[in-house]
């Protein structure tokens, strides 16, 4: 109470100074756009609002959406086994709610085969869309009579599939 409001102003605008990084201005060209996006947004919000938490928050929701848009490419390689007649693909990257939409796309549900493998060694299940996802694919097989099996599951995407179940686990796959 005995300190001046200007005295406060005063030391809160010196921190600002301070602790901004005035290197990142001159960097803006050079760093990523995302990154820039996310900086320039954040301060403006700041700038409108006159407030900071909700600055914060915005960047952080942001930095967020970038990030969940960055990792949710999936890369699906296929192999044939003529000697099998069994396709092998290999699945690539983080499987959630914002990558798997255009999944069941990347696989041939037409082909003259018996059976499926769908090789998850390189890729992570991080929750129910994702096992929807492959019930999706699995489903669009046995239309087809084409049986499939999966194999490479790390042991958290393959508790998450055991927990929230699948056409896999009902039919002892």
Request: cysteine-free; hydrophobic content about 50%; aromatic content about 8%.
């Amino acid at each position: 109470v005995q300190i001046p409001m200007a005295a406060l102003a005063g030391v809160m605008i010196m921190v600002a100074i301070s602790t901004f990084d005035w290197a990142s201005v001159k960097n803006l060209a050079k760093i990523p756009k995302t990154d820039a996006a996310v900086m320039v947004a954040t301060v403006a919000i700041v700038l409108l609002t006159h407030n900071l938490a909700i600055g914060v928050l915005a960047g952080v929701l942001l930095s967020a959406i970038f990030f969940a848009a960055k990792i949710s490419s999936v890369k699906v390689k296929e192999e044939l086994v003529t000697s099998e007649e069994k396709k092998v693909y290999y699945v690539q990257g983080q499987l959630f709610f914002a990558s798997v939409n255009d999944l069941p796309n990347k696989f041939s549900f037409d082909d003259s085969i018996k059976q499926v493998e769908i090789d998850l060694t390189n890729a992570h299940l991080w929750d129910d869309s994702a096992i929807g996802a492959l019930d999706k694919i699995e489903v669009k097989f046995a239309q087809n009579n084409i049986e499939v099996h999966y194999s490479g599951l790390n042991e958290a995407s393959e508790q998450l599939k055991n927990r929230i179940g699948g056409l896999s686990q009902a039919s002892g796959h």
